[in-house]
């Protein structure tokens, strides 16, 4: 007889049980290959369908992305954003029609968690802010992915972690044997998603397995670890976890620098708030 931790995984592990994306979503996240396919395609592409770009459009100009100027087209903000910063933000409008329905608070933990890495990124002069924010903005997919197939079942995850004292990741662990990293980075790949956003959701809560972007990986982890402490949103753990030591190192932080991006980020969420507010 298979275990209940065996059958979870399996169920959870397979294409099938994947959420089911908008056609023209995943015929955008495989367009954009490499910059392959011109920037003209890929924006007619997101143009031809009306709720995707207006979707798209509040999303390049929420607070997150801190930008100057407003942006009023797909193409520019496929010019201003790049095309892997682009590409989860389409996967990003399908993400929060997800959450919105019951877990607004796992939706404004990844906004915030978007801004957060914004201003990390920009104060560290990191390079592509905007693609690291968006990184950040799909951290936690993986449970999104969990809850929507466990249903009821996520519940008792969450009570589980409160009552035991245990970290998300621990509580799925115990009843699935991977943790919501893990499910994102693999559900990342099916999608298509670009190793930049791949390596930041999978690593983000082990900063040791991360290999080829480190730098992203660093600032997306500690964004999630200053949100949460801020009290922004709802991730699901019951505490705040510490910042690892090798994104001391990585990100060469101090307790000066700390305390300078605390405040900013601070700062910032007030407005993040309204947003959110505005697009539920
Ligand atoms: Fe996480
Ligand atoms: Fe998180």
């Known amino acids: ?26 015929e955008i996240l495989s367009s954009i290959e490499d910059d392959k396919a011109s920037f003209k395609e890929v924006s007619d592409l997101i143009a031809m369908d009306q709720t995707l770009t207006t979707r798209v459009l509040r999303l390049a100009n929420s607070p997150f992305y801190s930008l100057k100027n407003n942006i009023s087209t797909v193409s520019q903000a496929m010019l201003i954003l790049g095309s892997n910063a682009i590409k989860g933000l389409v996967l990003s409008t399908f993400v929060f029609e997800m959450m919105k329905k019951d877990a607004m608070g796992l939706w404004e933990h990844a906004l915030g968690a978007a801004t957060a890495a914004n201003i990390i990124a920009r104060e560290l002069q990191v390079p592509k802010p905007e693609e690291i924010s968006t990184a950040a903005l799909l951290h936690d997919i993986g449970k999104v992915i969990i809850r929507a197939r466990l249903k009821e079942d996520y519940e008792g995850l969450l009570l589980r972690a409160e009552e035991k004292d245990m970290y998300m990741r621990e509580a799925e662990m115990a009843l699935l044997d991977t943790d919501h990293a893990e499910i994102g980075a693999w559900a990342g790949k099916v999608w298509n998603l670009p190793d930049e956003l791949v390596e930041p959701i999978a690593c983000h809560h082990d900063l040791a397995r991360s ?26 753990d019951p505490f705040v976890p510490p910042i690892q030591d090798a994104a001391y190192d990585i990100l060469e932080l101090d307790a000066n620098r700390l305390e300078r991006l605390i405040e900013a980020i601070e700062t910032k969420l007030i407005e993040v708030k309204a947003f959110s507010n505005a697009i539920q």
Not at 14 to 23: A, C, K, N
Not at 211 to 236: N, P, Y
Request: aromatic share 6%; proline share 4%.
């Open 1 to 26: 007889m298979k275990s209940k931790q065996t059958s979870f995984l399996e169920i959870i592990k397979d294409v099938r049980s994947l959420p089911t994306i908008p056609g023209i979503i995943m």
């Open 211 to 236: 290999e080829t972007h480190q730098m992203k990986t660093a600032v997306v982890h500690l964004a999630d670890v200053l949100i949460k402490a801020s009290g922004f949103g709802f991730s699901g």
